[in-house]
């Protein structure tokens, strides 16, 4: 059985909330891809619930992509605790948490119910499990705390 990164992570040893590259995969044509661990919530001690995290999911697939060039995708860990992001390219992780942060800012300052993107049944596998009011009270503790550049110990907070 192939080996998956995350499995071999020690998820005790983490400092949350932090934005981890994971990987750069390179395509047939020398292309690369990046793939980074957006933690939000300390692994084994929280989780942010089912509602909120769809809310941030669809809000910050459309916020990243106007601070971040490249990316391909945004999905939440089944976990709960963050973000595996996908973008073209070999960012800087500095600028990829500048970009989640500014995505963050807006869903916990700004956002109304009119700015969640695919809400609507033809739209969402699911649209009737969001809570804008629980993604803003998440997006506000997650900034509060700093989103570290380093996943195993607090870096440029």
């Known amino acids: 059985m192939a080996e998956v990164e995350s499995f071999t992570l020690d998820h005790t040893a983490v400092k949350a909330p932090y934005v981890r590259l994971i990987s750069v995969e390179r395509g047939p044509r020398g292309d690369a891809i990046s ?8 692994p084994n001690e929280g989780e942010i619930p089912t ?23 945004i999905s939440p860990f089944g976990c709960r605790t963050g973000f595996h992001l ?22 916990a300052e700004k956002a109304e119910w009119a700015d969640v993107p695919g809400v609507s049944a033809v739209e969402c596998g ?15 503790v997650i900034l509060d705390q700093g989103i570290s550049l380093d ?6 907070v």
């Not at 793939?35 to 300390?42: G, M, Y």
């Not at 509602?51 to 995708?73: F, K």
């Not at 996943?151 to 440029?156: C, H, K, M, N």
């Open 151 to 156: 996943a195993f110990e607090r870096v440029g």
């Open 51 to 73: 509602a909120g995290l769809h809310t941030i999911e669809h809000l910050i697939a459309a916020q990243l992509r106007d601070h971040l060039d490249g990316v391909i995708d």
């Open 86 to 107: 996908i973008v073209w390219g070999e960012p800087a992780v500095v600028d990829v948490v500048a970009g989640i942060r500014e995505s963050l800012r807006f869903i």
């Open 126 to 140: 699911n649209y009737r499990d969001h809570s804008l009011h629980s993604a803003r009270e998440w997006s506000k």
């Open 35 to 42: 793939n980074f661990d957006v933690r939000f919530v300390q």
